[in-house]
């Protein structure tokens, strides 16, 4: 004959590995390790400045930023609030929206929210803007491109439309939908 006694030790024994098994699957998150460290930005910037120079060392451009986030998930660079100025020996650029998404090497730039564009004039021609809620810039093809209304200016002539595309390399810029535009009369004798 057994004494129950002796099976005491052998019971708790069996209840606590249970328990320990229920306790350690209860906690197991379904994410491996690795997502769960990367779940949010890797590199954070309050009130940033990027400057960059042309091969000469004249300033090329400036980005200010309210907050840049990066986001190692996707590669994606968020900008709250960012501002940027492009310098060149003509004419000077000014690019402002409420935030932007920059594509992994910068190869893309979603602006979106309130988006301003201003190019001052020259001698020949005369300050440029553009007011859009959406634009995006492919920055090293020239383009652009947005299907969100815009409103251009140039001098006093005014135009409106439904979208644009536009490609500086060969010089054009077309307004999609709905086009409306207001032009100064010619000054001075017919020819």
Do not use: K
Not at 174 to 182: A, C, I, N, Q, Y
Request: glycine share 8%; charged share 25%; proline share 6%.
């Amino acid at each position: 004959m057994i004494d129950t006694w002796r099976l005491y030790p052998v019971l708790a024994l069996t209840l606590l590995a249970g328990a320990s098994i229920w306790l350690e699957r209860a906690t197991r998150s379904e994410e491996p390790a690795s997502a769960r460290a990367q779940s949010g930005p890797d590199f954070i910037a309050a009130q940033t400045r990027v400057v960059g120079f042309a091969e000469d060392g004249s300033l090329r451009y400036e980005l200010l930023a309210e907050r840049l986030e990066h986001d190692p998930r996707d590669d994606v660079t968020r900008l709250q609030q960012p501002r940027l100025h492009l310098h060149s020996a003509e004419r000077e650029t000014r690019i402002s929206a409420l935030r932007a998404d920059v594509s992994p090497g910068g190869e893309r730039v979603d602006l979106a929210g309130d988006v301003r564009i201003r190019r001052s004039g020259t001698a020949s021609e005369a300050p440029l803007g553009l007011d859009s809620d959406t634009l995006t810039v492919w920055p090293d093809a020239h383009r652009a491109h947005t299907d969100s209304p815009v409103r251009l200016s140039r001098g006093t002539a005014r135009a409106t439309a439904l979208g644009l595309r536009a490609d500086n390399l060969f010089g054009t810029l077309e307004l999609v939908g709905e086009v409306r535009s207001t032009f100064p009369r010619r000054q001075g004798p017919p020819s």
